[in-house]
């Protein structure tokens, strides 16, 4: 069977100038953090897209309750009084009034082994790692280095960014309950902190919050086939409040929309159906995706033959699949891409960065494109902070990934039940 996109239809997408015009006026709704207007504006954006392009599929809203939580005020006191610029990680728990005073030890990149060599000196003290690329082979998250922190005894966690001058965002991975407040900071600020010979530097952390049960919700646009069968073609519509979250991932969402608008009108031809989702709570731990998986009955499951969660897939014009463990989808995926004259490599280990990882875990073959993995001089590698803008990304570098995409979803909805059967091995 044939893998090319449609030529007219390919053609279509091309020149589609809603792709660019949707990318911005998506990143004009800004940082869209979860429960920020910012994030509603994004949602109406989303619909009144949609509705442009299928005027008869109103959708439906899934509501997604979380723990919502905001940031009221934070700061960071170094130990000669001056200040230095943090970030509160979501969902950090409040310190008192007059904030958490104590040593800062530097723990490197906050790998295992740094954990576990610095076991004796990390007890009552603040746990401070290094931020880093996010879509590379071997990376260790964020939320693992705060849990090893807190397992060890730290009483705080700094994390430093990337980029020079600059804070980094992120997620604390905290839920409810117990925590400890976790800030991201500039790499100066981090370097600022190393033990000297006359010993752990101490900082004082104060941070103010507010928390409450929130909600915000799910989009889904079913666009059926003619059996029960369903590709889900997914994005995140949240950020964080620090720039306005262009690559991860104004450009997954822009490109979700454009390809809607190429295949929704072809869709009752598949044999199986679109199914359109725009998540929010992403950056909270994979909210989301998380409660929509879990409500699928096992036969619901069955259903989906594959989930193509879209992820800041701008920034570099190197793409790749992160297959999540189901090595019997690289072939189709690595045949698609070269049918359509694209390259494209495969990443098989399960990747927790995204709603992907969910619908892997669930049982549905799922993968994530990704723009930049494993490339550290990528655009990518500034995700997070104040300088993920509309400037990282190049319009041909956007239309390179909806047409990969376009021509994935479309080969996926019309796979025979043999191929579709190989994508469920791991
Ligand atoms: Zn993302």
Request: hydrophobic share 45%.
């Amino acid at each position: 069977m044939s893998f090319a996109l449609d030529p007219a239809l390919a053609a279509r997408l091309a020149a589609d100038t809603g792709l660019w015009r949707d990318f911005n006026d998506i990143c004009d709704c800004g940082g869209r953090l979860a429960g920020t207007a910012s994030e509603k504006k994004a949602f109406a954006l989303l619909r009144e897209r949609v509705r442009a392009a299928s005027p008869a599929n109103s959708g439906r809203s899934i509501p997604a309750p979380y723990n919502g939580w905001r940031a009221k005020k934070a700061s960071l006191r170094l130990s000669n009084g001056t200040m230095a610029a943090c970030h509160p990680l979501v969902r950090t728990i409040a310190t008192a009034n007059d904030g958490l005073t104590a040593e800062v030890i530097d723990l490197g990149r906050g790998t295992p082994d740094e954990f576990a060599e610095h076991a004796a000196d990390i007890k009552g003290r603040i746990a401070l790692v290094r931020h880093e690329l996010m879509f590379a082979a071997g990376t260790i998250h964020r939320r693992r280095k705060y849990d090893m922190a807190r397992a060890g005894g730290a009483v705080g966690f700094l994390i430093g960014g990337p980029l020079p001058g600059h804070v980094v965002a992120g997620s604390s991975g905290r839920d409810r309950g117990e925590g400890i407040p976790a800030f991201g900071i500039a790499p100066e600020t981090a370097a600022r902190l190393a033990r000297t010979g006359a010993g752990w530097p101490s900082v004082t952390m104060t941070i103010e919050t507010e928390e409450g049960p929130a909600e915000t919700e799910t989009l889904v646009y079913d666009y059926p086939g003619t059996t029960d069968e369903w590709v889900v073609l997914s994005a995140h519509v949240d950020g964080h409040d620090l720039a306005e979250s262009a690559m991860d991932n104004g450009s997954g969402l822009a490109a979700v929309l454009a390809v809607t608008r190429a295949l929704a009108p072809q869709a009752s031809g598949f044999r199986r159906g679109l199914r359109v989702m725009f998540f929010s709570v992403e950056e909270w731990a994979l909210t989301g995706s998380a409660q929509y998986v879990e409500a699928l009955s096992e036969a619901d499951r069955a259903r989906i033959a594959l989930n193509v969660n879209l992820d800041s897939v701008a920034g570099s014009p190197n793409l790749a699949a992160l297959s999540s463990g189901y090595a019997g989808v690289e072939p189709f995926l690595l045949q698609v891409a070269e049918a359509n004259g694209q390259s494209l490599r495969t990443v098989r280990p399960l990747m927790t960065n995204s709603d992907h990882a969910n619908f892997a875990a669930g049982g549905i073959p799922a993968i994530r494109l990704v723009a930049g993995f494993d490339d550290p001089m990528a655009h990518l590698r500034v995700v997070l902070t104040p300088a993920d803008t509309r400037d990282k990304v190049a319009h041909g570098e956007l239309r390179q990934a909806t047409l990969l995409t376009a021509a994935l979803v479309a080969a996926a909805c019309n796979a025979d039940l043999a191929e579709v059967a190989q994508w469920r091995m791991r």
